[in-house]
């Protein structure tokens, strides 16, 4: 067994539900075949385990991993895009390199960077888009099982309007579905998601074979962007003649409490309300709603209509791997709502950060938080000796101050070490 010495935060309590940051100094937490056993004062923990290692964690803040609901894996070099709106940069920076990914040497390379990327940025659980290539998506979960983190991801399906060699056929996509998830679900850490690109690339034959694989594979995910883009939306329901974005899913029977929906930055009430009697969550990409200009997110009237959120780093078109940058993104654009937004306190960052994406997928009695009975999940943010990070973490009035600073400021080169059930992480 093993004790970790830290200062420790994290949010068990949803602070959208009047939860409050727990902060612990000088904490001790007691880990045992990769789960927390004990958590209370250093003093009194290593009193009761006077013959145990002792990892010493002091200076800086020792978090629970960070959960990306969002996040694409064969994107990593399309990140920096910038000044396009979504379909034009589909077309011209994300679609061109997602193709490149049909030749496997190129996606297993990007595999490794992927996974380091998310590793580096203190992220140990993820919902990724996969690829549209069956080989590529193999590729990934061989590379998350080599790595350890914990990945839910699947084959990216399309059967119309993108660029032919990324489109595919009902049938194909079910049997090739099928396959990866007989291959990879429940298999490590790894599990299976559903994954049609958006309605906009799927008719509704696709979208039925999505759901009848759904139904196939116990304890899938369903993942998917919804609401977005103006034009997106528009085109949407032209294409399938309905009012909502929400119905080309509802009515497939793919929105429900497995289901995780990126962007919703133009939701009707309608849509929010099913969304809620569904108990599907939203992923909020701050980053990528500012980059592609889509939009501000509504997060009031999701809260108001009790849709969980969590949050996404959506790269490529989100601008890189930290849930550090996305928290403060998310931050900005309530503010520039002005009294349309939520006032984000670091509590609810860090929530949206950790706790809110493990409900999301389903892992909160697993990971999220840093308490009693969790997997030991967990980053040491350690800034650089002298850094702005580290002068304003010494001089942090209290905990909520300690936090503001380190999503303020902190970035992935502040993220020191990263464990998944105990084991550190290497990027
Ligand atoms: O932000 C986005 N990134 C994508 O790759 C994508 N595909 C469909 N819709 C999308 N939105
Ligand atoms: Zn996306």
């Known amino acids: 067994m093993t004790i970790y010495r830290g200062t420790v935060l994290d949010t068990p309590d949803d602070p959208f539900a009047g939860g409050a940051l727990r ?18 004062p250093f003093a009194a923990v290593r009193a009761a385990q006077p013959d145990d290692d002792v990892v010493d964690l002091r200076g800086g803040l020792l978090l629970p991993g960070f959960v990306d609901t969002h996040v694409h894996f064969p994107q990593v070099r399309a990140i920096g895009g910038l000044g396009l709106p979504l379909l034009d940069w589909l077309e011209r920076c994300a679609l061109p390199e997602e193709a490149r990914l049909a030749d496997p040497t190129y996606a297993s390379t990007v595999a490794r960077e992927f996974l380091s990327g998310l590793v580096q940025a203190g992220t140990t ?6 690829s549209h290539f069956a080989a590529a998506v193999d590729l ?3 590379e998350a099982q080599r790595v350890g983190l ?5 084959l990216v399906v399309s059967d119309r309007l993108l660029r032919d060699e990324l489109l595919t056929t009902p049938e194909r996509a079910y049997d090739e579905g099928l396959a990866l998830a007989e291959r990879w679900h429940g298999v490590g850490r790894n599990r299976y998601a559903v994954t ?15 759901r009848s694989l759904l139904g196939e594979v116990e304890g899938a995910y369903f993942t998917s962007h919804i609401n977005e883009n103006d034009r997106e939306i528009a085109t949407v329901a032209e294409l399938f003649g309905v009012d909502t974005y929400l119905e080309t899913y509802d009515s497939h029977g793919l929105v429900g409490p497995r289901s995780v929906l990126a962007h919703d930055v133009h939701p009707t009430d309608a849509e929010l309300k099913v969304m809620a009697e569904r108990g599907a969550s939203v992923a909020h990409c701050p980053t990528s709603n500012a980059s592609l200009g889509s939009g501000l997110f509504p997060l009031d009237r999701h809260l108001a209509y009790d849709v969980h959120v969590a949050l996404g780093s959506d790269v490529g078109g989100g601008t890189g791997f930290s849930l550090l940058k996305e928290g403060l993104q998310a931050y900005f654009m309530q503010r520039l709502l002005g009294e349309r937004g939520y006032p984000l306190a670091p509590v609810h960052l860090l929530h949206l ?3 809110a994406g493990a409900r999301a997928l389903g892992l909160s009695s697993e990971v999220g938080d840093l308490g009693v009975g969790k997997r030991f999940d967990a980053q040491w943010l350690r800034p650089r000796s002298g850094s702005t990070l580290d002068v304003a973490l010494r001089h942090a009035a209290d905990p909520e101050d300690a936090l503001a600073k380190a999503f303020t400021l902190g970035t992935t080169g502040d993220v020191d070490t990263v464990w998944i059930d105990g084991e550190v ?3």
């Open 23 to 40: 902060a612990d100094a000088d904490a001790g937490l007691l880990v045992r075949d990769g789960t927390i056993a004990e958590r209370g």
């Open 125 to 130: 659980t993820a919902l990724v888009f996969g």
């Open 140 to 142: 990934l979960f061989t």
């Open 150 to 154: 914990r990945v839910t991801s699947g």
């Open 196 to 210: 049609p690109r958006f309605s906009l690339s799927c008719g509704n034959d696709l979208l039925d074979s999505c």
């Open 353 to 355: 950060a950790t706790s």
């Open 425 to 427: 992480v290497a990027p």
